[in-house]
T-cell receptor, first 112, second 118 residues
Framework: SQELEQSPQSLIVQEGKNLTINCTSS?????LYWYKQKYGEGLIFLMM?????EEKSHEKITAKLDEKKQQSSLHITASQPSHAGTYLC????????????FGTGTRLKVLA | GAVVSQHPSRVICKSGTSVKIECRSL??????MFWYRQFPKQSLMLMATSNEGSKATYEQGVEKDKFLINHASLTLSTLTVTSAHPEDSSFYIC??????????????FGDGTRLSIL
């Protein structure tokens, strides 16, 4: 079965610093989705990547999918306290069921 | 945009009580919804796929008789935790996908339900 491993597990950065979160899949990714979750709340969709080499940006967040479609990174530029939360990568298993599996999550804390 | 509503957001009840959680797609019809469970500081674990008009598909290790799923309409799926016990305490989240979009659309998530069994 497919597994998604995220690194780091947790991250504490000073406001204004850049940071990168990685998501590595044990199998080829058919669709990779990045979500953000605040404690006790639902998931907020950030970005979706499908093609090898694809890169998308929204405000200060950039996500990339490597050419082999097995690794994705999420980069935040000039982090702010509002970026704090848990970032989860999710993958479509590709079996036609549209079921997602999720990565282990990265908890981000941004110090003001 | 697409919105998924989940209710209630928080439930506290005594052991042995059955609890129903609702998941609604507000501006689209969802033939498929998903139910997840999340333990503190852990990722989401898929429990089951809810299929409108047919039986839910449960993941390995999830008790069908414990977690009853009903998807009677195109906009509503319910998860009933039967005879809940303290070990069922958790954060439950539902999601829905817009049909006919393949994997070109992300799943949309509810705000979750925190279940606490005393």
């Amino acid at each position: 079965s497919q597994e998604l491993e995220q690194s780091p597990q947790s991250l504490i950065v000073q406001e204004g610093k850049n940071l990168t979160i990685n998501c590595t899949s044990s199998k080829t990714l058919y669709g990779l989705y990045w979500y953000k979750q605040k404690y006790g709340e639902g998931l907020i969709f950030l970005m979706m990547l499908q093609k090898g080499g694809e890169e998308k940006s929204h405000e200060k967040i950039t996500a990339k999918l490597d050419e082999k479609k097995q690794q994705s990174s999420l980069h935040i530029t000039a982090s702010q306290p509002s970026h704090a939360g848990t970032y989860l990568c999710g993958a479509d298993g590709g079996s036609g069921t549209y079921k997602y599996i999720f990565g282990t999550g990265t908890r981000l804390k941004v110090l003001a | 945009g697409a919105v998924v509503s989940q209710h209630p957001s928080r439930v506290i009840c005594k052991s042995g009580t059955s609890v129903k959680i609702e998941c609604r797609s507000l501006d689209f019809q969802a033939t498929t919804m998903f139910w997840y469970r999340q333990f503190p500081k852990q990722s989401l674990m898929l429990m089951a796929t809810s299929n409108e008009g047919s039986k839910a598909t449960y993941e390995q290790g999830v008790e069908k008789d414990k977690f009853l799923i009903n998807h009677a309409s195109l906009t509503l799926s319910t998860l009933t935790v039967t005879s809940a016990h303290p070990e069922d305490s958790s954060f439950y989240i539902c999601s829905a996908r817009i049909p006919g979009t393949g994997n070109n659309q992300p799943q949309h998530f509810g705000d979750g339900t925190r279940l606490s069994i005393l």
